[in-house]
């Protein structure tokens, strides 16, 4: 979970390591633009005070148009630092999962309860 700006630095820093962030920012690849406007809808969320208020619902608002356009559905504050989405198109990821550091998620994928009764979710350890 983002809850500071240093916070915020090392998730992103850790995403730019992984793979070439910037180089597919700056190409309009809309993985790194979905994962950027997650990342600070996450930070602004958690953050206290009213610029964080103002800030996350602009942020919001960025990050839904993202991820309908894409076809990703990864809600805020489930997956920790290191996220990969090699390509996109029908992601999606139950709210009440936990995903951990490093974690590759391909298109076509939903993690998440079965629809059963039961709503187990998958979570990390």
């Not at 700056?26 to 809808?41: C, G, K, Q, V, Y």
């Not at 996109?88 to 994928?109: D, K, T």
Request: glycine share 8%; charged share 25%; hydrophobic share 35%.
């Amino acid at each position: 979970m983002i809850r500071t700006k240093q916070d915020y630095r090392r998730c992103l820093q850790t995403e730019i390591v992984r793979r070439g962030f910037w180089r597919d920012l700056l190409f309009r690849e809309p993985t790194a633009r979905f994962l950027l406007w997650l990342r600070r809808t996450e930070y602004h969320c958690n953050a206290r005070g009213p610029w964080h208020r103002a800030a996350f619902l602009y942020c919001y608002l960025r990050y839904r148009r993202i991820s309908l356009r894409t076809g990703i559905s990864i809600p805020k504050n489930v997956c920790r630092e290191g996220l990969t989405i090699p390509h996109y198109g029908s992601i999606v990821v139950n709210a009440a999962c936990r995903i951990g550091r490093n974690c590759a998620i391909h298109n076509n994928v939903n993690i998440g309860a079965s629809g059963g009764g039961n709503c187990r979710t998958p979570h990390r350890r």
